[in-house]
């Protein structure tokens, strides 16, 4: 059997480390919502805020591996229209997690709290103060974010799936670790 | 007939000041003054405004060290920009406007700074609370009327602005900007 050839380190860390955040961002921005204004609540926008920012920079980062990478090949035992679609997903998946955080940062500015990342650097406002705006844009984030759901439900999928009942290479290729060479 | 205005105006208002408009500024004009303020949630710059307040003015910058003037802010008129935020803060924790609807300065004293500069002294009032302020502030006159520019800061905790839950200071500071634009009149002078 050949060695399955794995992403770099750099690509694996940077991919579960966006996951994890996902995981938490998501269900702090739908919790967060809901909750009645108190500092608690002040306090998790603001860190639902930066995590949108750190998946934003994170993506730019994985961006430019994409450029100079190529990604270790999907098993040939994967029908050639599946790798497309694949592909596919994985390039909607980068373009939503760039325009959420934007939509956010969007939202923010229409609404007149500026985003101070991580408590430090104020990003610019992109527009200027305007509540019907601040409403809109919510309501886009908010329909970017269950998109983004959907997606990262089909991309779960179809890893699971290939991992269990296809039993291809198709997932270790992203594990952390297990057997297997890195370029 | 604006443009007679923009030429003429200035002249008008230049030989007035000359002649008769040195004189007592002591009629607010409330719609064109303003009352705001900012502070920092979560390190983020924050700004709002009072949309009700009364302003009574006596200021003449030849005798200005007995000048004198009071402002009564109506505290439910908050504007912070959220609905949510402006009932929180009209709530029992922070300004308790149904037990105190109004803030009130009251001065005490002028100080000639120098430069069109001077310090307002004086005492505000807050949900019962009453401590010393200094707002430094700007006189710009232009002739029959004037801007008073001017701030000072106050520690919300001094008046229990925000107690309970929110007491703490990691979420909302305890620095507020307190900022005033007032313009007022001058009633002509009597010779």
Known sequence: MTPITRYTATAIALHWLTALLILVAF?????????????LKLQLVSYHKWIGVTIFLLTLARLAWRVKHVPPPLPDTIPLWQ???AQGLHYLLYVLLLCIPISGWLMSSAKGVPVVYLGLVQLPDLV???????DRLQEIHEALDFGLLALVGMHVAAAIKHHFIDKDTTLLRMLPFGKGVQP | MKN????????????ASISSYAAEFNEVQAGRSTLTFAYRQMNVPMEGRFNKFSAHIAFDPAKANSAQAKLEVDLASIDTGFSESNDEIAGKLWFNTKAFPVAQFVSTGVKTLGNNRYEALGKLTIKGKSLDVAAPFTFRQEGPVAAFDGSFNLKRLDYAIGE?????????????QVVFHIVAGAAPAKK
């Open chain 1, 83 to 85: 790798q497309r679609a």
């Open chain 1, 128 to 134: 200027g103060k305007d509540k019907a705006l601040g």
């Open chain 2, 4 to 15: 007679i205005y923009r030429y003429f105006m200035p002249l008008l208002l230049a030989s």
């Open chain 1, 27 to 39: 269900p702090l921005g739908v919790y967060m919502h809901e909750l009645k204004l108190s500092p």
């Open chain 2, 164 to 176: 309970g839950m929110w007491a703490d200071l990691g979420t909302v500071a305890n620095e507020i």
